[in-house]
């Protein structure tokens, strides 16, 4: 290998930097955007899981992973060709633990598996040194001996190939054993572009895409956490004046790829060629052009292309100073550069720490997005400013009039504020858009039973079950829909269903005790409290519940233990200490129950029932004092 120099600091160009220094500020640079991950703790709606706090650190954490085990498998494979001095070589080892390296990239993220074909692209142009300029030249020529020289004209190419054919073949088998065949289901407003009905109308808008892409990697200062739902409307004529930036981006291109490919300067075809394979194949699945994805613009995917971005922006500076003698501006453009884009990369990060600075900031780079707009209103409910959330969600269904998601919680917070009339139009929309929309039904139902709707309330949950098999809250408010209409069986049998999905409902064990203390059976009561304590024996509310049948049935020494308990859990609820005086009312502690019956009404003085047994309590003690002198 002639040409072949045995370290890469000599094919990726580092006229800037020193290689230590350049791989120390790249570590260093890595390390801080790892440890800055965020790692917050905000939770999206549960009806729409766009990505919460954990799933975005987790998903964040797995690119950067699939990123690390890209670059080592490829340096793996460089590795290779440095184990050996002889042309034409390998070390097979290494060929492998580089397929091994890039099925690891792709367990982390999918498009790890790209590192295969990236590493086919530098065998080939790189290490064997296709002069693609030459080859056309004979071919126009009609000159017959067109084989190429160096080290394709041995068999090792071939069998190295052949290695990472296998490797890939064999990775995308056991993923497809995995994960299965069926590709996951995308709607419209999450890439609005493959589902236009026109070819050409596709392919304009997916090269729009990619050339918002190449904008993002040029200037990051345009960022959204989500550019689906209408973030950018689509192109549906060659007249639209974004077709400018398609043509932009070719023409950089096809100059770029000529130069790689067609260059007289073997130097200069090489740091091409590496530059535009990490900039085009690791971006290849998120294309459209193979499968469809489900989003419009992810800036996640751009991790790996922005190492081909930075390697064709150092060979670019390192050219342009070659060419003038202002190399003291260059240098200080390459470090403004430099600086604006730490800047962007810190505040972006602080923005990812904050859900109320994450969904504004995307407000102005997003105003057309509806999900934008309902994530800021969701913020805004989950504070407690309904007022502020009914108009952002207003907003979103607006922009988009069937977003069932903005419905269901604007339908949610009409139904607190007891608009119920407009809550039930809304939810009713919302199923009629999307029939399977399980916790929409079962919200409507809960607005049907507030207007004493109960058939339709009824049907309304049914729906819900029968959309969702496994949905222990909506047996539980069919529990209290049939309780309210003193179809008591029907309403344990719901509860119990609930207790069985989720062993762990608090309210449905709860219910149950009260409607069987209600209806006098005790001791069905008591077995049930026994029950749910075992499995949630630190559930106050239970604890309270079973001490007041305990205390019915007389077992005064328990049901104390279990008031107890639950007021030292919370000790600031009157109730409990109002409970527990008429406990030791009953028992006969009669200055145990005066002094929990004044706790009571010092926490909650309006309590009527806790008066009248309170006054009572006084009377009997006033007659005894009687009685005594």
Same mark, same amino acid.
């Given at each position: 290998?002639?040409?072949?120099?045995?370290?890469?600091?000599?094919?990726?160009?580092?006229?800037?930097?020193?290689?230590? /220094?350049?791989?120390? $500020?790249?570590?260093?640079?890595?390390?801080?955007?790892?440890?800055?991950?965020?790692?917050?703790? *905000?939770?999206?709606?549960?009806?729409?899981?766009?990505?919460?706090?954990? &799933?975005?650190?987790?998903?964040?954490?797995?690119?950067?992973?699939?990123?690390?085990?890209?670059?080592?498998?490829?340096?793996?494979?460089?590795?290779? *060709?440095?184990?050996?001095?002889?042309?034409?070589?390998?070390?097979?080892? /290494?060929? =492998?633990?580089?397929?091994?390296?890039?099925?690891?990239?792709?367990?982390?993220?999918?498009?790890?598996?790209?590192? $295969?074909?990236?590493?086919?692209?530098?065998?080939?142009?790189?290490?064997?040194?296709?002069?693609?300029?030459?080859?056309?030249?004979?071919?126009?020529?009609?000159?017959?001996?067109?084989?190429?020289?160096?080290?394709?004209?041995?068999?090792?190419?071939?069998?190295?190939?052949?290695?990472?054919?296998?490797?890939?073949?064999? &990775?995308?088998?056991?993923?497809?054993?995995?994960?299965?065949?069926?590709?996951?289901?995308?709607?419209?407003?999450?890439?609005?572009?493959?589902?236009?009905?026109?070819?050409?109308?596709?392919?304009?808008?997916?090269?729009?895409?990619?050339?918002?892409?190449?904008?993002?990697? $040029?200037?990051?200062?345009?960022?959204?956490?989500?550019?689906?739902?209408?973030?950018?409307?689509?192109?549906?004529?060659?007249?639209?004046?974004?077709?400018?930036?398609?043509?932009?981006?070719?023409?950089?291109?096809?100059?770029?790829?000529?130069?790689?490919?067609?260059?007289?300067?073997?130097?200069?075809?090489?740091?091409?060629?590496?530059?535009?394979?990490?900039?085009?194949?690791?971006?290849?699945?998120?294309?459209?052009?193979? *499968?469809?994805?489900?989003?419009?613009?992810?800036?996640?995917?751009?991790?790996?292309?922005?190492?081909?971005?930075?390697?064709?922006?150092?060979?670019?500076?390192?050219?342009?100073?070659?060419?003038?003698?202002?190399?003291?501006?260059?240098?200080?453009?390459?470090?403004?550069?430099?600086?604006?884009?730490?800047?962007?990369?810190?505040?972006?990060?602080?923005?990812?720490?904050?859900?109320?600075?994450?969904?504004?900031?995307?407000?102005?780079?997003?105003?057309?997005?509806?999900?934008?707009?309902?994530?800021?209103?969701?913020?805004?409910?989950?504070?407690?400013?309904?007022?502020?959330?009914?108009?952002?969600?207003?907003?979103?269904?607006?922009?988009?009039?069937?977003? &069932?998601?903005?419905?269901?919680?604007?339908?949610?917070?009409?139904?607190?504020?007891?608009?119920?009339?407009?809550?039930?139009?809304?939810?009713?929309?919302?199923?009629?858009?999307?029939?399977?929309?399980?916790?929409? /039904?079962?919200?409507?139902?809960?607005?049907?039973?507030?207007?004493?709707?109960?058939?339709?309330?009824?049907?309304?949950?049914?729906?819900?079950?029968?959309?969702?098999?496994?949905?222990?809250?909506?047996?539980?408010?069919?529990?209290?829909?049939?309780?309210?209409?003193?179809?008591?069986?029907?309403?344990?049998?719901? /509860?119990?269903?609930?207790?069985?999905?989720?062993?762990?409902?608090?309210?449905?064990?709860?219910?149950?005790?009260?409607? =069987?203390?209600?209806?006098?059976?005790?001791?069905?009561?008591?077995?049930?409290?026994?029950?749910?304590?075992?499995?949630?024996?630190?559930?106050?509310?239970?604890?309270?519940?079973?001490?007041?049948?305990?205390?019915?049935?007389?077992?005064?020494?328990?049901?104390?233990?279990?008031?107890?308990?639950?007021?030292?859990?919370?000790?600031?609820?009157?109730?409990?200490?109002?409970?527990?005086? &008429?406990?030791?009312?009953?028992?006969?502690? $009669?200055?145990?129950?005066?002094?929990?019956?004044?706790?009571?009404?010092?926490?909650?003085?309006?309590?009527?029932?806790?008066?009248?047994?309170?006054?009572?309590?006084?009377?009997?003690?006033?007659?005894?004092?009687?009685?005594?002198?």
């Amino acid at each position: 290998m002639a040409e072949w120099d045995a370290s890469l600091d000599h094919v990726i160009p580092s006229s800037l930097l020193p290689p230590f /220094w350049a791989k120390f $500020l790249v570590g260093f640079a890595s390390l801080m955007c790892f440890a800055r991950s965020y790692d917050g703790d *905000f939770v999206f709606d549960d009806s729409e899981a766009i990505v919460n706090n954990k &799933v975005a650190g987790v998903v964040g954490r797995a690119d950067l992973l699939g990123a690390l085990f890209f670059l080592l498998s490829f340096l793996g494979y460089c590795k290779a *060709f440095r184990e050996t001095n002889k042309e034409g070589t390998h070390s097979t080892f /290494w060929v =492998l633990l580089s397929i091994l390296l890039g099925a690891v990239a792709m367990l982390c993220k999918e498009q790890g598996i790209t590192v $295969l074909g990236l590493n086919a692209i530098f065998d080939i142009l790189v290490i064997g040194k296709l002069n693609v300029l030459e080859i056309v030249r004979k071919l126009l020529r009609k000159d017959r001996s067109l084989e190429s020289p160096g080290m394709l004209r041995t068999g090792g190419l071939l069998f190295r190939m052949t290695l990472l054919a296998l490797g890939g073949a064999g &990775v995308l088998y056991v993923r497809w054993k995995i994960m299965g065949t069926g590709p996951p289901a995308f709607t419209e407003v999450d890439n609005p572009a493959s589902f236009a009905d026109s070819v050409l109308v596709r392919a304009i808008n997916y090269n729009y895409y990619y050339s918002l892409n190449a904008w993002l990697l $040029l200037c990051p200062w345009w960022l959204c956490f989500d550019w689906s739902m209408g973030c950018i409307p689509l192109i549906k004529s060659v007249g639209d004046w974004r077709v400018i930036a398609l043509a932009a981006l070719w023409f950089c291109l096809i100059g770029l790829i000529c130069q790689a490919l067609c260059s007289e300067d073997s130097h200069k075809r090489r740091i091409l060629t590496l530059g535009l394979g990490f900039l085009i194949i690791p971006f290849l699945p998120a294309s459209n052009l193979f *499968f469809r994805v489900g989003f419009v613009v992810a800036e996640r995917v751009l991790y790996l292309p922005s190492a081909g971005y930075c390697m064709l922006l150092t060979f670019g500076f390192a050219a342009l100073s070659k060419h003038t003698k202002k190399k003291k501006l260059i240098a200080a453009l390459i470090l403004g550069i430099l600086f604006l884009n730490t800047l962007r990369c810190v505040v972006r990060s602080g923005e990812w720490r904050s859900e109320d600075h994450l969904f504004r900031s995307a407000l102005s780079v997003c105003p057309l997005n509806a999900k934008v707009h309902y994530n800021v209103g969701k913020n805004l409910a989950d504070k407690g400013n309904q007022t502020a959330a009914i108009r952002y969600y207003r907003e979103a269904v607006r922009l988009n009039p069937k977003y &069932v998601h903005a419905m269901n919680n604007l339908g949610n917070i009409l139904k607190e504020r007891n608009e119920l009339q407009e809550a039930e139009e809304l939810l009713s929309l919302a199923v009629q858009i999307q029939p399977d929309f399980a916790a929409a /039904w079962m919200n409507l139902g809960i607005v049907q039973n507030s207007l004493k709707r109960f058939q339709a309330a009824e049907q309304s949950y049914r729906t819900a079950i029968k959309h969702r098999r496994k949905y222990p809250d909506c047996y539980y408010n069919l529990g209290r829909l049939y309780a309210d209409l003193n179809r008591h069986v029907d309403a344990l049998n719901a /509860w119990r269903n609930a207790t069985v999905l989720k062993p762990e409902h608090s309210l449905a064990w709860n219910n149950m005790i009260i409607l =069987l203390d209600n209806t006098g059976n005790l001791a069905q009561a008591e077995a049930v409290g026994r029950e749910a304590l075992e499995l949630i024996p630190n559930d106050h509310s239970l604890m309270f519940s079973l001490a007041n049948v305990l205390g019915k049935s007389q077992k005064y020494k328990e049901s104390e233990a279990l008031f107890l308990k639950a007021i030292k859990a919370h000790p600031n609820t009157a109730s409990y200490h109002g409970n527990l005086a &008429v406990l030791y009312h009953r028992w006969g502690h $009669l200055d145990l129950a005066k002094k929990h019956y004044e706790i009571s009404l010092r926490l909650d003085p309006t309590a009527s029932g806790t008066k009248e047994n309170y006054g009572l309590l006084r009377r009997k003690l006033e007659q005894m004092q009687k009685k005594n002198v």
